[in-house]
């Protein structure tokens, strides 16, 4: 909460320390209704009265406001030493630049006048420090500011700029420890997921690199003599990032590191309730445009609500918004951007499977499903929400994923040796409860979990529940929580059908070591997701492949591969080097 909706002002005008003498201004003081001063105010205090009120009360009337005033400063002292950054536990918060309030801008300087939210830790639900967001006003300062960046980025060579990026990406190194505390302490998510989400930026930043001295396009063989086709590719100009929660920096990176290689710049707005970790991101890459004596716009950040996000997505200057999110807002917003026949990368929704079939590995299916069921407390678009397995190993493989489920370590998420933390927000744990609810309602069987837990923070139970049809409701749901629901399937082209039957497409995955099943699964006939993987989870993706998915996951793709196309804008090229003019298509026109 703002500070200064917390105290009274101005109640230490009230207080003459040398006299029995109170001077009064009737338009600023508060005082506690029930106070003796309070009741003598009230009596002579009119409406009328336009100048100060000097009054002379009994000692004791003084002490009472007096004292009035110490629990006030009392309180405000509390209010701030309650934030978590002034901790002694949470110190490491300053290395990152972070204070008790911080500015919400940047773009080239620090700022922000908007509403000022506060950052809660999920494992305890305590306040960790405050965010002063983006103003409308701010927000369109912000976007000239960036493009005019642009004009001095996009002459510098790629090399250059993947010096640039080389750059940010030692940087991050030097923080990643710190940084992907923050994700830990913020987003809710295990301490060594929170470091490996920090890398995954480092390893883009190091793709990015490379890429600098390959990006081009092909010289291709014309039809018409003294003539040559080439294909010319050129960044887009400005590149919106609006990024979810549970990835408050890989995701970033993804976009960011490609975005600049490839002569963009990038305006960032990260998720409301990880406000912190887009500003310690933030500081980490303005000190190296600094330093280089560029212009911090090219890598601008405003943190706000849907109201900037809205902006983002109608702002014809956002040459390419890049949104990671719901499907449910991921629609909105691709409709308000093809509005303005703009372009777009969405990655949405994921209701992931993994398929178990009678000749899997049962000692890498066990692993799998946890490990991609139960990281990141169900919170990953990549989870592991269905779990179906053959009739003939149904039973086994239940017994030996339920027992695995117990022996998970749930505790505080940047102690070394948890690997189950709490969901991020109080919204997903009403959520978790709401879906076990219809789940039971649909005929499904809770055989493990189904609790919230009896302790400070967000924390559930991870939950299995069996017995749902392939096509219930709710099994089609993508609920962002960690709940598996296990499914059980006769054949292949049963167990292929149902992978493919929910609207989203993202991540997929069997188990199985017969070779032509393998090809079949990755075939036409097989997946129809994005990611499709054999004998391993459906999480964990690397960077140097494309990420993204199909159908109602939006059809985006970041990261590796050729996904850099997506930030760069292609021209075919013809040029006549002859002194003819022969038309395609060897048309005569004379």
């Known amino acids: 909460m703002d500070q200064s909706k917390q105290a009274p002002h101005c109640v230490e005008a009230a207080v003459q320390s040398k006299c029995n003498t109170v001077t009064v201004l009737p338009f600023q003081l508060q005082v506690h209704p029930c106070s003796i001063a309070d009741v003598a105010l009230r009596t002579l205090y009119q409406p009328q009265m336009q100048h100060c009120l000097t009054l002379t009360f009994a000692r004791h009337s003084r002490l009472l406001l007096r004292n009035k005033f110490a629990s006030i400063c009392y309180q405000q002292s509390a209010a701030m030493s309650g934030l978590l950054i002034n901790q002694p536990k949470y110190s490491w918060l300053k290395e990152l630049g972070l204070s008790e309030d911080n500015p919400g801008v940047y773009?080239?300087?620090?700022?922000?006048?908007?509403?000022?939210?506060?950052?809660?830790?999920?494992a305890n639900n305590e306040p960790i420090a405050r965010v002063t967001q983006a103003t409308m006003a701010e927000y369109e300062e912000t976007v000239q500011k960036t493009r005019e960046a642009w004009k001095l980025w996009a002459d510098i060579p790629a090399p250059k700029r993947g010096e640039i990026v080389r750059q940010i990406g030692d940087a991050l190194r030097k923080k990643i420890n710190v940084l992907g505390s923050l994700v830990s302490l913020e987003m809710g998510k295990i301490y060594v997921e929170g470091v490996g989400e920090v890398q995954e930026y480092v390893d883009v930043c190091d793709y990015a690199v490379g890429l600098s001295r390959m990006i081009g396009g092909p010289m291709l063989p014309s039809e018409r003599?003294?003539?040559?086709?080439?294909?010319?590719w050129n960044p887009v100009g400005l590149v919106g990032i609006i990024t979810a929660f549970n990835f408050p920096v890989a995701v970033y990176g993804w976009n960011n590191a490609i975005a600049l290689t490839c002569g963009n710049v990038c305006l960032w707005k990260g998720a409301p309730t990880t406000p912190l970790t887009s500003v310690a991101v933030s500081k980490i890459v303005a000190e190296v445009l600094e330093r280089n004596n560029l212009p911090g716009a090219i890598c601008s950040m405003t943190c706000g609500g849907a109201d900037i996000g809205t902006a983002m997505a109608k702002d014809e200057r956002v040459d390419l918004l890049s949104f990671t999110g719901s499907t449910h807002v991921g629609k909105m917003v691709a409709m308000m951007v093809q509005d303005r026949f703009g372009r777009k990368l969405l990655e949405l929704g994921g209701n992931n499977a993994i398929i178990v079939f009678e000749d899997a590995d049962l000692s890498l299916v066990v692993p799998s499903a946890v490990f991609a069921s139960v990281g990141t407390a169900g919170q990953r678009c990549t989870t592991t929400r269905r779990l179906m397995l053959h009739e003939s190993v149904h039973d086994t493989v239940i017994e030996r994923v339920a027992k695995a489920y117990k022996q998970v370590r749930i505790g505080d998420p940047w102690d070394p040796t948890t690997l189950y933390g709490p969901l991020h927000t109080k919204q997903a744990v009403d959520q978790y409860l709401a879906a076990i609810e219809q789940a039971k309602q649909q005929g499904g069987t809770v055989v493990c979990g189904g609790k919230v837990m009896d302790r400070p923070g967000n924390y559930v139970e991870p939950t299995i529940i069996t017995g749902l049809a392939h096509d219930a409701p709710i099994v089609h749901t993508e609920t962002f929580v960690p709940i598996l629901y296990v499914l059980k399937f006769k054949t292949e082209e049963e167990a292929f059908a149902w992978n493919n039957e929910v609207k989203q497409g993202l991540s997929s995955s069997i188990f199985t070591k017969d070779m032509g099943r393998v090809f079949r699964w990755l075939g036409p006939k097989g997946s129809d997701c994005g990611i499709v993987n054999v004998n391993i989870p459906t999480s964990g993706a690397e960077i140097?492949?494309?990420?993204?998915?199909?159908?109602?996951?939006?059809?985006?793709?970041?990261?590796?591969?050729?996904?850099?196309?997506?930030?760069?804008?292609?021209?075919?090229c013809t040029i006549n080097y002859s002194k003819d003019l022969p038309l395609a298509q060897g048309i005569k026109f004379e």
């Open 107 to 122: 773009n080239g300087s620090w700022g922000g006048s908007g509403e000022v939210i506060t950052s809660y830790c999920p």
């Open 544 to 572: 140097g492949g494309a990420f993204g998915g199909e159908k109602h996951t939006g059809g985006g793709r970041e990261s590796g591969s050729d996904s850099w196309k997506q930030y760069m804008r292609r021209s075919t």
């Open 225 to 232: 003599p003294g003539h040559a086709l080439i294909e010319q």
